[in-house]
Every structure is written in structure tokens, then in C-alpha cells.
């Protein structure tokens, strides 16, 4: 709001007294230093790098540890940053056997 008033004042399209009036309102509100956040735009989520992690896995057969030496990050960064919660399903399923395997050892003994 400010860059139009400041442009409209510079096209001479408003008077100054006018001017010094929308300026006093704009500063008033707050505007000058944060416009209504009904006017942010929405943000977009970021999805080359994704597609490009998810090349190196699928076509390229990279791991998740591979991945995560390479980026300098922990594996389970990799999988919270680029991967969704079904991407690496059967990763969790082995996960899961393998707990519910050392359980029934534990069990056992």
C-alpha cells in the first residue's frame, strides 16, 4: 500500500495535503510497518528439491543413509524433510518387525 501511495504521490495523482492525510491512516493502522495479513500471499511448498531426492532414490537406487552422508544430515532429517509419511512404508514395516522380533526374544528368555 505503501509503494502505490508512494507512486501515486510521484504521478502528482493525489494532493499533498491528501497525501500527508493517507499516509497519517496508513500509519494509523500499522501498515507501514506490516500490511494486513489477509493480503500475504500463501506459501508454496517447495517440490523440485523433492522430485530430485526422489530421483536419486528411485531411479538412481540411493539410500537413505547414502542420501544423508552426502547432504550432511541425519537419516532421520532425510525422511521428515523430503520424504512422505508412505514414502519409505516399507522401511517402517521392517522397523516394526524387527521391534516386534526383539520383544518376542526378549519374552523368550
Do not use: C
Not at 25 to 51: I, M, V
Not at 91 to 100: F, R, S, T, Y
Amino acid at each position: 500500500m505503501s509503494a502505490l501511495l508512494k507512486r501515486a504521490v510521484d504521478l502528482q495523482m493525489v494532493t499533498p495535503r491528501h497525501s500527508r492525510t493517507l499516509w497519517m491512516q496508513l500509519s494509523s493502522a500499522g501498515y507501514k510497518s506490516r500490511e494486513p495479513s489477509e493480503l500475504d500471499l500463501p506459501k508454496e511448498p517447495p517440490t523440485l528439491l523433492k522430485e530430485i531426492i526422489n530421483t536419486y532414490v528411485n531411479d538412481m537406487g540411493y539410500k537413505t543413509k547414502e542420501l544423508a552422508t552426502m547432504l550432511h544430515l541425519f537419516e532421520n532429517e532425510i525422511q521428515d524433510l523430503y520424504f512422505d509419511k508412505f514414502d519409505n512404508a516399507e522401511q517402517l514395516i521392517k522397523e516394526a518387525e524387527d521391534i516386534i522380533k526383539s520383544s518376542e526374544i526378549l519374552k523368550i528368555t
